[in-house]
């Protein structure tokens, strides 16, 4: 899901992206300093996109195509112009006239996110076909992904891969390995067993001992990769208080249920998550993580659990203000879509319009239209209401909608000759 960023954070990460290609889980995103250069006259927000400016682009399109906005052509065409010619994006790229190559740190959280995004924007088929391929081509053995391509899959990176995957058409339990895994499997691999301490939980990635350390973000991203769905996720009703189901062997499903079980414990109370300590910091007194909570909320609501999310909700109208401003149009995004999974209205969200705020991060939109508030826009993808858009192999609705025409003229023409020879 969102492995969000701050500026000094990743500027160490992509140290050691670039160095060994394992990724570090970050924490929430705090200003970065302005670029020195002008920025592209597309891009959304004023900080430096060096480290998320694709990232804040696709959340921000996610966003508004939820709310009824159409971003500006320009916008788009700045996203679509990021894409390296194999499919894949790197956080930022300044200059798109220099080709991808072997020094390009493709970012699969990145890709994911372009990927649906485009497809809520509606009309690039063929560029998310491109990344959907990418995203296959680099999964791991053991299912999942890195945030780079080879990196030690994680439960962000591949919950968000999974969300791309579902919302292009693909057919996750079929994108399997030499091996036989899906792409399920790393994220049930790193699920913390209920009984015990942090039972319910995911860890973002085992330690060097192969333990499993609770992680809320993570568990925010898995709730969502094991019920396969995407980042923009409907207004579903409340149902009955999730369950911490033990033992081995667990459905994805029944292991998405367990992490509801254990974010709804941690926002229990404060009503609110809070940022991990830094590597290091002297300070470690307990923190509110504006992002992580929200991130929460869209998976407590995924999972059936929209009552749960409830405090968390009323939290974030209360405090969120001024994070939000801080931080640019990827937190209005994460804002909005927190409110639009819960029900509530993101034009008047604790008293801040989200809609207009994130509209104003970029140029005009090309079009505002008002949803209805009681019909649900957000996408569910799951194994058994999958939309095929196209793939790069024979995939999709529309191929197998041809062969039904094809073989039905066909069957007309034999049936129409066999009657002309049994005339008189």
């Known amino acids: 899901m969102t492995v969000r960023r701050s500026a000094a954070t990743l500027a160490a990460t992509a140290a050691v992206l670039c160095a060994a290609a394992a990724p570090v889980a970050v924490a929430a995103p705090s200003p970065s300093p302005s670029p020195s250069v002008a920025l592209p006259s597309g891009l959304y927000g004023t900080k430096d996109p060096t480290y998320d400016g694709v990232w804040r682009q696709s959340l921000a399109f996610l966003a508004q195509r939820l709310e009824g906005v159409t971003p500006a052509a320009k916008s788009v065409d700045w996203l679509i112009g990021q894409q390296c010619a194999d499919g894949s994006y790197a956080a930022y790229r300044p200059d798109t006239a220099k080709p991808c190559d072997a020094k390009t740190v493709r970012d ?31 999964q791991n053995e053991d299912g999942g992904w890195g945030y780079t391509a080879g990196a ?25 390995t030499p091996g036989g895994k899906t792409p399920y499997d790393p994220l049930l691999a790193l699920a913390i067993p ?10 973002y990635q085992p330690d060097k001992k192969g333990g499993l350390a609770a992680n809320a973000d993570a568990t925010a991203a898995a709730v969502l990769g094991t019920m396969g ?66 991130d929460a909320v869209v998976a407590l609501s995924a999972a059936g659990h929209q009552d749960k999310a409830a405090g968390a909700v009323d939290w974030l109208k209360k405090n969120s203000a001024d994070w939000a401003a801080q931080s ?25 319009d989200l809609v207009a705020r994130l509209n104003a991060a970029g140029p005009a939109p090309a079009a505002v239209v008002t949803p209805d508030p009681s019909a649900d826009t957000g996408y ?32 007309f023409f034999l049936t129409s000759g066999r009657r002309k020879s049994r005339q008189p």
């Open 328 to 352: 640019g149009p990827a937190a209005y995004a994460q804002l909005i879509l927190a409110a639009h999974a819960t029900g509530n209205n993101a034009r008047d969200f604790g008293g801040v």
């Open 108 to 138: 699969t959280n990145a890709t994911a996110a372009a990927a649906q995004a485009l497809v809520e924007v509606g009309g690039h088929r063929e560029t998310v076909n491109n990344s959907v391929r990418w995203l296959k081509s680099v």
């Open 229 to 294: 769905k995407a980042l923009a996720v409907g207004n579903n009703a409340a149902g009955k208080a999730p369950t911490c189901r033990p033992g081995s062997g667990l459905t994805p499903e029944q292991a998405a249920q367990n992490g509801a079980h254990y974010l709804t414990d941690a926002l229990a109370g404060s009503g609110h998550l809070n940022l991990a300590p830094m590597p290091g910091a002297t300070d470690t007194t307990p923190q509110p993580d504006f992002g992580n909570t929200a």
């Open 194 to 203: 209920c009984g015990g301490k942090d039972g319910g939980a995911f860890a």
């Open 152 to 176: 030690p899959s994680d439960a962000n990176s591949t919950s968000l891969v999974i969300g791309a995957l579902a919302r292009q058409g693909q057919r996750l339990t079929d994108i399997t």
């Open 380 to 411: 569910e993808a799951t194994e058994k209401d999958q939309v095929h858009s196209g793939d790069d192999v024979i995939g999709g609705v529309w191929w197998y909608i041809g062969i039904g025409l094809v073989l039905a003229a066909i069957a």
